[in-house]
């Protein structure tokens, strides 16, 4: 019963701020990757910031200096800061995390069911 579960998507005007947060809940053993991805309208999905259990951090150049990743491993919880909102940052976001249930030997990729963030000019 492993799951994800986004919160903070919404409407906000350019240069404004976000919080996303992505709980992972269930029977967890151990998460390994989790990664916050987006799809706009027409567009294909992209990878926008990713983080490791180490905390490694990579982001897509169009968001450097704008959005921060983050964990709490002891929530199994992952955020996304995003400052400086632009019109084309509008998209669907969606968490994804790498994890090990409880009952597995192997990770297994789960995924939350997307949020929306719209950014007004």
């Known amino acids: 019963q492993v799951q994800l579960v986004e919160s903070g998507g919404g409407l906000v005007q350019a240069g404004g701020s976000l919080r996303l947060s992505c709980a992972a809940s269930?029977?967890?053993?151990?998460?390994?990757?989790m990664g916050w991805y987006r799809q706009a309208p027409g567009k294909q999905r992209e990878l926008v910031a990713s983080i490791m259990a180490d905390d490694h951090s990579e982001y897509v150049d169009s968001v450097k200096g704008r959005f921060t990743i983050s964990r709490d491993n002891n929530k199994n919880t992952m955020y996304l800061q995003m400052n400086s909102l632009k019109p084309e940052d509008t998209a669907v976001y969606y968490c994804k995390a790498n994890i090990l249930p409880e009952s597995s030997y192997a990770y297994v990729d789960f995924w939350g069911q997307g949020t929306q963030v719209t950014v007004s000019s």
């Open positions: 269930g029977s967890i053993f151990s998460i390994d990757f």
